[in-house]
């Protein structure tokens, strides 16, 4: 499967912004679809993920409360709604899969997304 992420920009703290990662090619079920980011000189880190099957979601502490990650099958589309970003938030956002279950790790992705940038000011 190819991902290809859209949707970043640039917005005042406490705004929101709504990224979508779409995908060409079949999603399995079992598949786990995931939002990473990655700031400067940072490790790309996990920041909510869905299971494609069931919808069922996780999310990074940090993110918990002001971030949904959502699916639609019928578009092959993963969205990541942002509300009450923050300045730390700022990072280029990546949309993974891994076809072998649910992961934090981004080493266990198998495809990745070609990244869009999130910058949040204060």
């Known amino acids: 499967v190819q991902l290809q992420a859209s949707g970043g920009g640039l917005v005042q703290a406490g705004g929101s912004l709504r990224l979508s990662c779409a995908a060409f090619?079949?999603?399995?079920?079992?598949?786990?679809m995931a939002w990473f980011r990655q700031a400067p000189g940072k490790e790309r880190e996990f920041v909510a993920g869905i299971w494609w099957g069931d919808g069922r979601t996780y999310y990074a502490d940090s993110v918990k409360g002001r971030f949904t990650i959502s699916r639609d099958k019928a578009k092959n589309t993963v969205y990541l709604q942002m509300n009450s970003l923050k300045p730390e938030d700022t990072a280029v956002y990546y949309c993974?899969?891994?076809?072998?279950?649910?992961?934090?790790?981004?080493?266990?992705?198998?495809?990745w997304g070609q990244g869009t940038q999130v910058t949040v000011s204060s």
């Open positions: 090619g079949r999603i399995f079920s079992s598949s786990f």
């Open positions: 993974g899969q891994d076809r072998q279950g649910y992961s934090r790790s981004p080493a266990t992705f198998d495809a």
